[in-house]
């Protein structure tokens, strides 16, 4: 059973648009959200985080939004640049768990 | 960037063969981890460690060890290969913890990616 949950396994949207991937959780013990993005043949790399105690994180190009209630986060990425064509992971973890329970990833293509 | 490298980044091997991945980092992190990322499922934790000597099991730890005899080294060993276990493992890194308190931020190695005829 998926606690954490990508369910567009891919998404193509126009360069300059906004993208929008998203991510759905179930375990309500999780109290932080990070995404990464990973580039083939290329360890993924960090992104961008949240805590449950936020709705809201920004980092430039970047935001996240979790909505704790709906047990829902997304990341936007305002405007979309072709470098941000990667696949996204949502992670999650819970108090004094080291585990990060992972996502399966959504495959961003920007379009030119 | 934290520097955190993996060998080999391509194996292939037959069933019921030992095999060790190897994972070195010079940052001086504390904590280290190896994932398995296969389709459909993300990253999957196998096996992590919060100190030299000091490893506990991830959420698909069977059929797998590890050790870790200095910090900056920590070994994958899969002590008889089976076709289940091909797939591309992920070597990462971090200063603190990944649960809450902690930053959790990993970096990881570019992956090993392992086939098992």
């Known amino acids: 059973d998926q606690q954490v949950k990508q369910n567009s396994p891919s998404l193509s949207v126009q360069e300059g648009r906004i993208s929008i991937l998203n991510c759905d959780y179930t375990?309500?013990?999780?109290?932080?959200f990070l995404w990464y993005k990973k580039y083939p043949a290329e360890g993924p790399t960090f992104l961008i985080s949240?805590?449950?105690i936020k709705d809201k994180n920004e980092d430039g190009r970047f935001t996240v939004f979790l909505n704790k209630s709906a047990k829902h986060l997304s990341l936007h990425i305002v405007p979309s640049q072709p470098g941000d064509s990667a696949v996204y992971f949502c992670a999650a973890s819970a108090r004094s768990n080291y585990q990060l329970i992972w996502g399966a990833g959504t495959k961003l293509i920007i379009k030119p | 960037d934290a520097g955190i490298t993996q060998s080999p980044r391509h194996k292939v091997t037959e069933t019921g063969t030992p095999v060790t991945l190897r994972c070195h980092q010079t940052e001086n992190h504390r904590y280290m981890y190896w994932y398995r990322q296969d389709p459909g499922h993300g990253l999957r934790l196998i096996h992590y460690?919060?100190?030299?000597?000091?490893?506990d099991k991830g959420e698909v730890s069977d059929g797998y060890s590890v050790s870790r005899s200095k910090t900056e080294d920590f070994l994958l060993t899969l002590e008889s290969a089976t076709s289940s276990q091909t797939s591309v493992y992920f070597c990462?890194?971090?200063?603190?913890?990944?649960?809450?308190?902690?930053?959790?931020?990993?970096?990881f190695g570019e992956g090993s990616r392992l086939t098992v005829l």
């Open positions: 990462a890194s971090s200063g603190h913890g990944t649960g809450s308190g902690g930053t959790g931020e990993l970096f």
């Open positions: 375990n309500s013990m999780f109290d932080y």
């Open positions: 949240i805590s449950s």
């Open positions: 460690s919060y100190g030299v000597k000091d490893t």
